[in-house]
């Protein structure tokens, strides 16, 4: 069975290279410090408004062509898809 090209990432948005994953192996191989490990108290992902609470959130639909290219654009910068959408909105918003 043919292995999909979908590009994985991590909650936080990192890469799922091989690279990656060899790094992160060769680190459970040696054992985590539990001093080190950051205690996760709630659900859900740090708010981008920069105060507590939830960030809004857009669902949006694009044609292939430009969801191609933002995906190829966030393979490239190896950020999440999100992060490039939210740049084009910026930019939109606030023309330099």
Known sequence: ????????T???????????ERRLLRE???????DELVLVTGPGRPSLSGRKGHSHRL????????YEAVR??????QVAVSEIVREAIARYLHPA
């Open 28 to 34: 459970a191989e040696r054992g985590y410090n539990s």
């Open 59 to 66: 669902d949006l639909r694009v044609d292939d062509a430009t």
């Open 1 to 8: 069975m043919a292995r999909s090209r979908r590009l994985l």
């Open 10 to 20: 991590t909650a936080s948005g990192t890469r799922l290279t091989p690279e990656y």
């Open 72 to 77: 190829e654009l966030a393979d490239e910068r």
